[in-house]
């Protein structure tokens, strides 16, 4: 099986991922690259990834800027990893030489070429942040109202109701005890980007029953995974938790529970994954004369977060098109023989730390 995810998003707090985590095991040995935009580094990282995909699971990482892009490959049998450790996303060695190394794609462009195009590289990666930066302030805008939607949510939660009928529901789906060890992983499986709120699909394709959790006012759905997530983990499954991008990461929005061929996914109006013949109706714990009250403020909640919506895809994009822009004289002054021979050298390091 292979996965896809994102690698992390912008936040209200700046670039948010939980990869670290992921290199933080010692078994895995890591290929930090460096260098800019054009480089080389996603089309290096596709090349390894369909060389072992046919023999080993892969697990793929893409930018939410850029969801054609790859950030980082994991590659579980051989336990190795490769990643992109430039800004945002910034990765460094905690053991150089011995869980990880890095790979300077800048080494192989020339320098000659860049110069002559130096003032319009300067005005395109200028204007690329400003860009970006737009974009967060309105990532941030979108946040605060969804996080005052969840707080009403929250204030209207029937808590009894929803512990039941969690509780009810692990007895039902995981009727078994798993055989893992009851860890908890975090992985982002749905991000904003410059093609609206977009959702990993195929990597809920490996699971037998999607649930889709309908849910307007966020806190059912976040209270619910995270029940769940405890009772499958007590029934000794392990878990993939999916952090909520609109909320900087401190809410849960996904939950997969690959041995037990189960997801959870959040319907929401910001995510509109509604194409699930499976579905739970979040709607019915919330307190309804509690709800009621505070229709109008719901109601532009509602409305304010899509038009924010729209303005962050808009910011995405265009800070894309101006990122093409950069990288177009990176791509014409690199040394494109070199780079396949870096490529072919990790793959074959690869293979010969699998075989010792």
Same mark, same amino acid.
């Given at each position: ?13 700046? !670039? ?14 890591? !290929? ?27 697990? +793929? ?53 860049? &110069?002559? #195009? ?28 969804? #996080? ?23 007895? +039902? ?49 976040? &209270? ?10 007590? +029934? ?10 609109? #909320? ?46 505070? &229709?109008? +403020? ?59």
């Amino acid at each position: 099986m292979s996965e896809k995810y994102f690698l992390g998003a912008m936040t209200q707090n700046g !670039f948010s991922t939980e990869f670290g985590k992921i290199m933080a095991d010692k078994e895995y040995f890591t !290929f930090i690259l460096k260098g800019g935009a054009g480089t080389g580094k996603s089309s290096l990282m596709k090349k390894i990834a369909a060389e072992f995909e046919p023999t080993e699971e892969v697990t +793929r990482f893409y930018c939410s800027s850029d969801p054609a892009s790859l950030d980082a490959i994991v590659l579980h049998t051989s336990k190795a990893i490769i990643c992109d450790g430039t800004a945002p996303h910034v990765m460094e060695c905690s053991y150089p030489g011995v869980c990880q190394k890095i790979i300077n794609l800048g080494e192989y462009w020339d320098e000659e070429k860049l &110069k002559t #195009f130096k003032s319009e590289i300067i005005e395109v990666t200028d204007k690329n942040k400003s860009l970006l930066a737009r974009s967060k302030r309105f990532t941030t805008a979108l946040s605060n109202v969804c #996080f005052d939607t969840y707080n009403c949510g929250e204030g209207c939660l029937l808590e009894e109701k929803l512990k039941s009928f969690t509780e009810r529901s692990a007895k +039902r789906l995981l009727n078994k005890k798993g055989s893992g060890s009851g860890k908890t992983d975090l992985r982002q499986l749905t991000a904003l980007t410059e093609y609206g709120c977009m959702t990993q699909l195929a990597t809920l394709d490996s699971y037998l029953d999607v649930f889709a959790m309908n849910d307007d006012y966020y806190a059912a759905s976040h &209270k619910f995974v995270t029940l769940m997530a405890q009772q499958a983990v007590k +029934r000794g499954y392990d878990v993939i938790l999916c952090p909520a991008i609109i #909320f900087g990461n401190t809410l849960y929005e996904h939950l997969l529970i690959l041995e037990a061929g189960i997801a959870f996914v959040i319907n929401s109006p910001i995510s509109k994954l509604d194409g699930f013949e499976k579905a739970i109706n979040m709607g019915r714990f919330y307190d309804k004369k509690k709800i009621s009250a505070l &229709k109008t +403020r719901l109601r532009l909640d509602k409305v304010t977060a899509s038009d924010l919506a729209e303005e962050v895809y808009s910011g995405i994009k265009k800070a894309k098109k101006v990122h093409d822009e950069i990288e177009k004289y990176y791509i014409a002054a690199m040394d494109h023989a070199a780079l396949n021979k870096v490529c072919d050298s990790i793959s074959r390091e690869i293979h010969e730390r699998t075989i010792k």
